[in-house]
């Protein structure tokens, strides 16, 4: 029994660790800096909030929040009107062919067509 607990114990560990290293990685959270133009950043923040996103709708409005669902979609809320979805892709390429894809890896982001590169 005492070895089951301590088995149980050690494996708990185990998904921690490689879940939570995973996770720390593929995440979208912190200051990206454009490749192209380094004065140009965009944030996003641990509660949801943002900076600087560069979507916007026909009437204008403004990202002010976005969730990261785990399909790996990005939902953008905006201002006044209806949310934008963006789908993950692993395809460096089709990011930056289509703005309705992102492409995110440890340090590279590409969202809306432009490549960021994740500030340290």
């Known amino acids: 029994m005492k070895n089951h607990k301590l088995n149980l114990l ?3 560990c185990i998904l921690i660790f490689v879940f939570g290293g995973c996770s720390s990685q593929k995440s979208i959270v912190g200051t ?13 923040y641990d509660d949801g909030s943002c900076l600087n996103i560069p979507y916007h709708t026909i009437t204008s409005a403004d990202v002010v929040s976005y ?11 905006m201002e006044w009107d209806g949310p934008i979805t963006v789908k993950k ?5 089709k990011a930056l062919e289509r703005s309705s894809y ?3 890896s440890k340090d590279k982001l590409i969202l809306k067509r432009t490549t960021f590169e994740r500030q340290k």
């Open 89 to 93: 892709t692993d395809d460096e390429n």
């Open 32 to 44: 990206w800096q454009e490749s192209d133009n380094p004065k140009r950043t965009i944030t996003f």
């Open 10 to 12: 050690l494996l708990l």
């Open 102 to 104: 992102y492409y995110l």
């Open 67 to 77: 969730t990261l669902h785990d399909d790996g979609n990005l939902i953008f809320k």
